[in-house]
């Protein structure tokens, strides 16, 4: 079988490619940091550079394939909708349009489950049930490459969108990493309380997903999919299991919601400011996000796609730690 997988240099796409290639399958991975396409190679995987907001560049990277595995994105809480326009549906159009140069007929598309959040409670959210209307700009723009991804249906494309929640595992370096800063600090930050019941994905689980849409039956296809560990989490016992594992202590300190709303209020307006950084260290999204429980039914991609995570949290968390001490 062979695959090529955009956005191979970042997290989720690197782990994809590893595994794959590790099973024998011939891969293609394409991405924009010259480093770490450089150790990709280095492990027998065939590295092609390429940037999918470039068209012509993504078109000299694809070849005929089995299938494109589409992870490139650009993702994050703050940030003008033009960037994540361009990167997110510009850039899946250009995929699109690579794959039909080469008459490659199935995608898999990773997209995100923060389109679900409104800013209240929610629980077991299954796939069909409406979305908000009221976006951020990343849930806008991966919900508009969604519509164009599925409109293919029609031309005899087929399409399996996974939306995975909160990953670790190898090589990240946002989720774990920020858990193991701010325990640096005096007091741990948590917004209420660290109440908040939420789903956490480890990184083979989510490799396990897509592997296993390569042998999905038709009818699995042009369809959306939860992925999770399937066993959701307090935000508070989320971070003191990390860093318990990873023998740091763990002293929380509760922030009230409207007084971290009004703090990343402030740090989003500073931010603005000719003088101001670059991005807010917080913003009222990530605090919606850390505040408010949100879990996902994953009982769709049980079905479909015969998806059963094998990994559980506090497994995933000791995997990363002994990876994590290994390579720093």
Known sequence: MKIIITGATGFLGRNLAESLHKEGMSVIATGRSADIGEALRKTGINFIPAD??????????FSPADVVIHCAATAGDWGGYKAFYNT?????????????THDIKKIIFISTPSVYFNGKDRYNIAENEPIPEKQFNY???KLKAEHDLLALGKNGFKTIILRP???????DNILVPRILKLSEKKNFPVINGGRALVDITYVE????????????ADTAWNKVYNISNGDPITINDWFSQVLDIFDRPFKAKNIPEP??????GFMELASLLPFGNKEPALTRFSVGYMAKSMTMSIEKA??????????????????????????K
């Open 205 to 216: 689980n989510f490799v396990g997903a897509v592997k296993n849409c390569f042998s999905a």
């Open 165 to 171: 929640r909160a990953v670790y595992g190898k090589y």
């Open 139 to 141: 849930g806008k723009t």
């Open 302 to 327: 049980k079905q479909y796609l015969n998806y059963s995570p094998t990994t559980s949290n506090e497994k995933g968390f000791i995997e990363y730690r002994n990876w994590y001490h290994h390579h």
């Open 88 to 100: 997110n549906v510009i850039g899946t159009r250009n995929v699109i349009d690579a794959c039909k």
């Open 52 to 61: 999918i907001t470039d068209k012509s560049q993504l078109n000299n990277a």
């Open 259 to 264: 007084v971290a709303k009004a703090l990343a």
